[in-house]
């Protein structure tokens, strides 16, 4: 989590829901002729093209987002799913060894998987004891009904066709931490949204909702992280930036799932393009090169 604060929307670093690149899904190279690099222009026949190759449909995308909010964090922990591609395949958390941990970890890391291995333990006596169906009832449901909150709250903090993503040779730790959203979990402007908002917002101490300050200084215990984001929210409007996302739903989940598809194999700032090719925004460079905003975009 540590190395994932520190390359935030870093296409090679950071650690998790890292884009996949046009080559990566196997889509034909760029092709100027009949679209350009920014995707404010690409022609219906590429259009059409990139809708199939990436199954473009409904239900496609809900089976996409029921295996994310399920199975997607034990898959990540396991072996990688969505992390920096530099690492060899099944690189998983309960190896202590590098990349994901220091030598000096290896102790702690033992120390978690006898902890998880008893808890599994756990798990099966206690299928022995008073049979699956219970267990699964009492137990694994609410299990994997945390797996999808977790997924839902982190996968909208990070993804988005309005969030930038940087080679390595634009990154800095400001445009990282200026990179993500704060949603309001379960929110919207009616009385109902209000009220399930205020819900979420108290039961999680502002995890979805103060994520940008968090990101700035992870040491802001969360009894201060609404203070915090009221300051920060404060200075960066007055540099025209505004990190609110739309509530976090699972209707802007199935919304955002279908407009971040891939990003360009090219550019020192990205931003996902959907399904027909086309990106949402489009990033400004000045004679200075890219701003320290981090967000500097049409």
């Not at 700035?216 to 505004?242: M, T, V």
């Not at 976090?248 to 959907?274: I, L, M, Q």
């Amino acid at each position: 989590h540590g190395k994932h604060h520190a390359h935030t929307s870093h296409l090679t670093g950071d650690q998790v829901y890292i884009p996949n690149t046009r080559s990566e899904l196997g889509l034909p190279p760029l092709d100027h002729e009949r679209e350009n690099l920014e995707g404010t222009k690409v022609s219906v026949d590429l259009q059409k093209l990139f809708s199939e190759a990436l199954e473009d449909a409904p239900i496609v995308s809900i089976i996409e987002l029921l295996v994310k909010f399920l199975f997607g964090f034990p898959i990540y922990l396991v072996k990688g799913s969505t992390g920096p591609r530099s690492y060899p395949k099944w690189t998983n958390h309960f190896v202590p060894k590098e990349p994901l941990f220091a030598p000096h970890q290896f102790k702690q890391i033992i120390m978690s998987d006898v902890g998880i291995f008893i808890w599994i333990a756990s798990i099966l006596y206690s299928i022995k004891v008073f049979g699956f169906l219970n267990v699964f009832r009492i137990y694994l449901i609410p299990y994997l009904w945390v797996n999808h909150w977790l997924v839902l709250i982190t996968f909208l903090q990070h993804t988005d066709p309005a969030i930038p993503h940087y080679e390595a040779s634009a990154f800095t730790f400001p445009r990282g931490a200026l990179s993500t959203f704060d949603r309001e979990l379960m929110g919207g402007p009616s009385i109902i949204g209000q009220i399930t908002g205020w819900i979420c917002a108290t039961a999680t101490h502002g995890i979805c909702e103060t994520h940008v300050a968090h990101h700035i200084c992870s040491k802001i215990p969360h009894y201060h992280a609404w203070e915090a984001r009221d300051a920060i929210n404060k200075r960066l409007a007055q540099e025209g930036i505004f990190l609110q996302g739309n509530p976090a739903t699972w209707s802007e989940a199935f919304r955002v799932v279908r407009e971040c598809k891939f990003v360009e194999d090219e550019g020192e700032v990205r931003f996902y393009k959907n399904a027909k090719g086309k990106a949402a925004r489009v990033p400004v460079f000045t004679n200075a090169g890219v701003s320290d905003s981090g967000v500097d975009m049409q």
